[in-house]
């Protein structure tokens, strides 16, 4: 059972099409990795899940509906999305951030509830970030900014989650510490995740499932053991390498040769 | 597990708290701003030649006396310059404060981009070229303000539009039409580069009854609908792909807001020209009051009227000689522009 899944999607922007009659379907409860070269279509993918790209042809369906045809504030009650750049307005608060992510939830002339409190109070614990809750976004470190991003997304309170490469700019412990958290979000509450990863070896650790793009399609997904072999890795990204097991987690870890 | 299962409880508790305390602040600032612009409404009919007492005032304004000839003054003569100072500050504050939140950039004032500036073109045109007066050139500063903003719609909007490249867009439409209001003001007979040069500068004075009649009665549409948006406004600000995220109908957001401000700016600019800065500097004077990016469009409308009304009282009854109220404003607002040059470049976060 897969609740959200792409069709013959073919993506594109102005010029020719970036990612190329694509069927995907994301598994449900698991945390899924799209790893590729730069430019190799995987953000763009992201974003044709998250209804942000309209497809050309093909079509992305969440709980069998065509994602398109349905009300965009419905689907945000279910599918949350960080984006790759996300603007934090001048001066705001951590606490202030977060409670943005209740939008969905809130209409016009509601006023603000206690479920609004529990939902934003519950997303900065589990992100940690309950501490910061009082300090100004631009102040934090970018490890700490970032989990405060991932929580505005949770105060969203849906189901699944998708982020586009959230541990770019992040150093080699920031990395790690998001990625846990993403595991944990998904091992206590179930949370379908899909997250864009620039870093294989990452990819390998911590994820459940692996699709593989190069040129806009997909190249080979799978659990990061049945998939990721050096073949794939010369074929993905161009880079000759050895396949060795992680000594830790027994994952697979790229070693360029 | 007992322990965390405590511990949002508590967040929760620190969140109520926060969100509690920013709703007293918003509604303290708010009032105290609303009732600094009363006083100050009341002042400008109070202060001229013939100074009136505040109870004379307000006793001909609610009709409690029977005086013709302080019912003349305040009502014949000063209270259209009261009404207009207040209607222009509340309608320049709000639209100020939603362009500069929705283009995320402090500069992104309707004074920078093209939008005051193809006012007064047209207003300058319609002075200069027709020999009108009055009510024709306001419709002409409305549709130059219009004409301004779908030019810039057309050269930065379309793709979707973020700080730098729209603000230098605008800067860009604005020198164009300087430049072409220049041109004109060669043309013109001495007598009518003075009227157009004095209408530039923009006062609360040369207003007329209809163009402040018609901004009287799209106010109380606009200026709810403005603050109605403001929900919109605080997810816009995230970013469009943030906005899509969270279920905002980005498009239409946009599009709402925009007409919003540029008719609000529009509609001012009719009744008592380009005054600058005030659109530039109510939002952030509002937000410093609030506390940071709060983004209040109410505030923001009162700080607006609160500007003008004071500026047009400097303007006219402090100085030695009466000036236009623009040139108060500008004064003021001249070194603030300057400060935000020098500290949005330091911390690098111009666009």
Not at chain 1, 196 to 215: E, Q, Y
Not at chain 2, 60 to 79: A, I, M, N, Q, T
Not at chain 2, 83 to 95: K, Q, Y
Request: charged share 15%; aromatic share 4%.
């Amino acid at each position: 059972m897969t609740r959200l899944r792409a069709e013959g999607l073919t993506l594109g922007y102005d010029g020719p099409a970036i990612v190329q009659d694509l069927d995907v379907a994301v598994l449900d409860g698991k945390v899924t990795a799209i790893v590729g070269a730069n430019a190799c279509g995987k953000s763009t993918l992201l974003r044709g899940l998250a209804r942000l790209l309209k497809p050309r042809s093909g079509a992305v369906s969440l709980d069998g509906g065509d994602i398109s045809a349905m009300s965009t504030l419905d689907v945000a009650k279910v599918l949350g999305l960080l984006p790759q750049a996300p603007l934090a307005p001048d001066g705001i608060t951590v606490a202030d951030l977060v409670s943005r992510g209740r939008y969905p939830h809130q209409g016009w002339f509601r006023r603000w509830t206690e479920g609004d409190h529990a939902a934003a109070a519950r997303a900065l614990q589990a992100t940690g970030t309950a501490e910061l809750a009082d300090r100004r976004v631009r102040e934090l470190s970018g490890g700490q900014r970032q989990r405060v991003w991932v929580a505005m997304v949770l105060a969203q309170e849906t189901d699944l989650l998708l982020l586009d490469e959230p541990t770019t700019h992040l150093d080699i412990n920031h990395q790690v510490e998001l990625l846990r958290l993403l595991r944990t979000l998904n091992a206590e509450s179930g949370k379908t995740i899909v997250v864009v990863l620039h870093d294989l070896n990452l990819a390998c650790r911590f994820v459940d499932h692996v699709i593989a793009m190069a040129d806009g399609r997909i190249v080979a997904e799978g659990a990061p053991a049945d998939v990721v072999t050096a073949e794939l890795v010369e074929k993905v990204f161009g880079l000759g390498c050895v396949v060795v097991p992680d000594p830790i987690a027994g994952t697979p870890m790229i070693v360029p040769t | 597990m007992t322990a965390t299962a405590i511990r949002p409880d508590t967040a929760a508790g620190t969140l109520r708290a926060t969100r509690r305390r920013r709703s007293i602040r918003a509604i303290v600032v708010t009032s105290g701003l609303a009732v600094t612009v009363s006083a100050l409404f009341v002042l400008t009919l109070m202060l001229g030649s013939f100074r009136l007492g505040a109870g004379e005032v307000v006793g001909s304004l609610l009709r409690l006396r029977d005086d013709p000839s302080v019912d003349f003054v305040v009502r014949g003569l000063r209270l259209p310059t009261a009404v207009t100072g207040s209607a222009v500050g509340l309608a320049l504050g709000a639209a100020g404060t939603v362009f500069q939140q929705l283009l995320r950039n402090p500069l992104a004032s309707p004074d920078f981009v093209g939008i005051s500036s193809g006012a007064g073109l047209a207003a300058v045109a319609a002075i200069v070229l027709l020999q009108a007066g009055g009510l024709i050139v306001s419709g002409f500063a409305l549709a130059g303000a219009l004409a301004g903003t779908l030019a810039m719609y057309l050269l930065a909007w379309r793709d979707g539009v973020a700080g730098y490249r729209f603000i230098l867009i605008g800067i860009g439409v604005s020198a164009f039409f300087d430049g072409l209001v220049g041109f004109v003001l060669t043309k013109a007979q001495i007598f009518e580069a003075r009227q157009a040069a004095h209408w530039l500068t923009g006062s609360v004075g040369q207003a007329g009854p209809t163009e402040l009649r018609i901004l009287l009665y799209a106010l109380p549409v606009l200026l709810p609908l403005a603050m109605l948006l403001q929900r919109q406004l605080r997810v816009m600000e995230l970013g469009d792909d943030t906005a899509r995220g969270l279920g905002a109908r980005t498009e239409l957001n946009r599009a709402a807001l925009l007409a919003t401000a540029v008719v609000l700016v529009a509609l001012a600019v009719a009744v008592a020209g380009p005054i600058v800065f005030v659109a530039l500097v109510a939002g952030p004077i509002a937000n410093r009051l609030l506390g940071p990016a709060t983004g209040g469009v109410a505030a923001a409308a009162l700080v607006g009227a609160m500007l003008l009304l004071a500026s047009d009282i400097v303007a006219t009854q402090v100085l030695p000689t009466p000036l236009p109220t623009g040139v108060v404003t500008g004064a003021v607002g001249a070194p603030y522009l300057l400060w935000l040059l020098i500290t949005t470049n330091r911390q690098g976060e111009g666009g």
